[in-house]
């Protein structure tokens, strides 16, 4: 790691990148209005999901025409157990049923949250408000995760402790204090629903970018850029240092110490699509040196982020092919879309990130996730060819490469595909079929990802 002037910086810039986060899906839950039936695109794909607003109006379409596989919704404490002496078991048990109803077979991932304004300790209220506050009595908590685990049992597939708990803006504690939570979470799924997935909660983008730059040994100035801000002057930052070394050893104690009581890992990726794979790197290696090799999981993919990138709809069309193909390509197993809609109320920097719009329409970014479903669902990375200025995605799918290809600022290539003819699929899902000379082609290359595929017809 290099030395504290740069972390300063980072710290900072941090700290400020975390008053900008979200909350994913709705404070009170409810089940979903529509009862069509699903028009699936194509078979449930368990690679894919979605997060947030998967209860609106019109779901049950939605989820099918895209053909994700999974869904990942929040409860809390206090939604469960309003009161010392008030439980909603029934209720919040069957709005979990019923979101997971929406398609025959769809997979639920529930994130729980201890946040509880009677049963976490005694702090500011403001950080209340935000934060979820480690509960005074671990006993109590036990029986509320004991309690909705046993009634999601064959529900519920993955339960997820927490969400971007290394940040102060979400968890009022310290690492002990969480470790000490997923330590009794662990305790009550494994005796409600042996057969459940425990996630830990999910690590923040910011986090992720800091920690992988600095130890790429970017300058101040590069990390500056990727986490959106540029030179921060005039702050205390023996403060910002202190922060930033707070999360980043939450990251190592949670690998180092809690080891043993999850199955998964998730990671946020915003900010630069292009920094994935050193993050995704980043995060396995801090694994690696604490012992600690668990899938990885990507609960929270959205973009452009107007923290980097202006927004459009076109270029969030082009993002999302960009960021799942990388997050597959760097390993990670499951890839969930924020949000199915837009989310009017997670503030401009999120809100835009949703699928459709509020008013119901179906924004180029949904048909290029349906062709991500569909063209991804049983892909294995194989390698990266060079494209100059651009990117090359190379995966194989039941034999037969396929392969994802951009540049930004355009680039002519030549692809050696060692067939006779190819399929090319854009990104508005028109197809082209084209003969090769002797198995290459040229392409000429632009922001917007093309696929590229054995003709199945030749």
Not at 34 to 45: I, L, P, R
Request: hydrophobic share 40%.
């Amino acid at each position: 790691m290099r030395a504290w002037r740069s972390l300063i910086v980072v710290g900072a810039l941090a700290a400020v990148a975390t008053a900008s986060c979200k909350r994913t899906g709705p404070r009170v839950w409810t089940g979903p209005e529509d009862t069509g039936v699903a028009q699936a695109a194509g078979q449930m794909n368990y690679r894919f999901g979605v997060v947030g607003r998967t209860n609106v109006p019109g779901s049950t379409r939605l989820l099918g025409d895209l053909g994700v596989g999974w869904i990942r919704v929040p409860v809390t404490w206090s939604q469960v157990q309003p009161r010392p002496s008030s439980h909603n078991w029934d209720k919040v048990a069957e709005a979990v049923a019923s979101q997971a109803r929406t398609r025959p077979g769809m997979r639920a991932m529930v994130t729980l949250e201890a946040k509880s304004p009677w049963a976490g300790r005694q702090m500011a209220v403001e950080v209340r408000e935000k934060a979820t506050v480690p509960p005074r009595d671990l006993d109590a908590y036990y029986q509320f995760v004991h309690g909705i685990a046993s009634r999601g049992r064959g529900v519920v597939d993955c339960w997820q402790i927490e969400n971007e708990m290394e940040s102060r803006h979400w968890w009022a504690g310290t690492s002990g204090d969480y470790l000490a939570l997923l330590r009794t979470a662990h305790r009550a799924v494994r005796s409600a629903d042996p057969g459940a997935k425990i996630a830990v909660g999910g690590f923040t983008s910011q986090t992720m970018t800091a920690g992988a730059l600095l130890d790429a040994g970017e300058s101040k100035g590069e990390i500056a850029r990727q986490l959106g801000f540029g030179e921060i002057r005039g702050r205390d930052t023996s403060e910002v240092e202190a922060g930033l070394r707070r999360s980043l050893a939450f990251v190592d104690d949670v690998f180092a110490n809690g080891r043993d009581y999850f199955d998964i890992v998730d990671i946020h990726l915003y900010h630069s699509y292009e920094t994935i794979p050193l993050r995704v790197e980043w995060l396995r290696g801090k694994m690696r040196e604490n012992g600690c090799e668990k899938p990885i999981w990507a609960t929270e993919v959205g973009g452009p982020d107007p923290l980097v990138v202006s927004h459009n709809e076109q270029v969030q069309a082009q993002e999302v092919v960009k960021r799942v193909a990388l997050a597959l390509a760097s390993g990670v197993e499951r890839v969930f879309w924020l949000g199915l809609t837009e989310m009017d109320d997670q503030g401009e920097r999120f809100n835009r990130m949703g699928l459709v719009t509020i008013g119901g329409r179906r924004k180029p970014a949904f048909r290029a996730y349906q062709l991500v479903v569909r063209k991804l669902d049983d892909v294995e990375y194989g390698e990266s060819p060079n494209v100059p200025a651009g990117h090359g995605l190379q995966f194989q799918r039941q034999g037969q490469p396929l392969w994802v290809l951009w540049a930004d600022h355009g680039a002519r290539l030549r692809l050696e595909t060692g067939r006779p003819s190819v399929l090319i699929t854009y990104l508005n899902g028109r197809e082209e079929r084209r003969s090769t000379v002797g198995g290459s082609l040229m392409l000429d290359l632009t922001a917007d990802p093309i696929f590229v595929e054995a003709d199945s017809e030749q």
